[in-house]
């Protein structure tokens, strides 16, 4: 079956492992970030890459459908590109 607009505005919750700052979660997802669905792989992802347990945090966010992208390589991996604010 066809995916009907309305689809894409259905909220989804991502995951994004980032460095432990004082940045507040909210704002650790941002445009042109890579998120992925799972929150298990943001965690493998930063026990791998960012230093292990207790050096990064877990960032989430519900987002439409419409905001996330892939290019097909991974399931876990997807863009997160919001729309253009409109004047």
């Known amino acids: ?3 009907c607009s309305s689809d894409l505005a259905i909220p989804h919750e991502v995951y994004k492992a980032a460095m432990k700052r ?3 979660l ?3 997802i941002k445009k ?3 998120v992925t669905p799972t929150k298990e792989y943001a ?3 930063g026990e791998a890459h960012l230093g292990g347990k207790g050096k990064y945090k877990i960032a989430s966010m519900r987002v439409p459908a419409k905001h996330l992208y892939t290019d097909g390589n991974s ?3 997807w863009g997160y590109h919001p729309d253009e604010e409109k004047n």
Do not use: N, Q
Request: net charge negative; charged share 40%; glycine share 6%.
């Open 1 to 3: 079956s066809d995916v």
């Open 22 to 24: 004082d940045i507040p």
């Open 26 to 28: 909210k704002h650790m």
């Open 32 to 34: 042109g970030d890579w």
């Open 43 to 45: 965690k493998d992802h």
């Open 75 to 77: 399931i876990h991996e």
